[in-house]
């Protein structure tokens, strides 16, 4: 079955660093645009960055900041979050979305969600 399994979060200090990993099976990763999403406290999922394997391509939802760097392993089949410099607001769960595929030139989208993983930034 599909699978899309969230590691790396936890407690940390604000300022500190995290690198979150998304482990994927059932399907094949390489040929999947990928994003990692978060859902703060109260609040609904947002998109953070996403990954586009055609092109390898890469969208940051807040470029502007240099906080976040999503790469992928597709040897791993794992899909990575790096956050540096965590504030409070980062606090939520972050989770991995498989988006979709380009085959012979068309899109396939697809929904693809694992349950996340929880990161708490406070000092």
């Known amino acids: 079955q599909v699978q899309l399994v969230e590691s790396g979060g936890g407690f940390v200090l604000p300022g500190g660093s995290l690198t979150l990993s998304c482990v994927a099976s059932g399907f094949s990763f390489s040929s999947y645009s990928m994003s990692w999403y978060r859902q703060a406290p109260g609040k609904g999922r947002e998109l953070v960055a996403t990954y586009f394997s055609e092109g390898d391509n890469i969208k940051y939802e807040n470029s502007g900041s240099g906080r976040f760097t999503i790469s992928r392993d597709n040897a791993k089949n794992t899909l990575y979050l790096q956050i540096t410099n965590l504030k409070l607001e980062d606090t939520g769960v972050y989770i991995c979305?498989?988006?979709?595929?380009?085959?012979?030139?068309?899109?396939?989208?697809?929904?693809?969600w694992g349950e996340g993983t929880q990161v708490i930034v406070s000092s």
């Open positions: 979305h498989g988006l979709g595929v380009v085959v012979g030139g068309e899109w396939h989208e697809y929904d693809y």
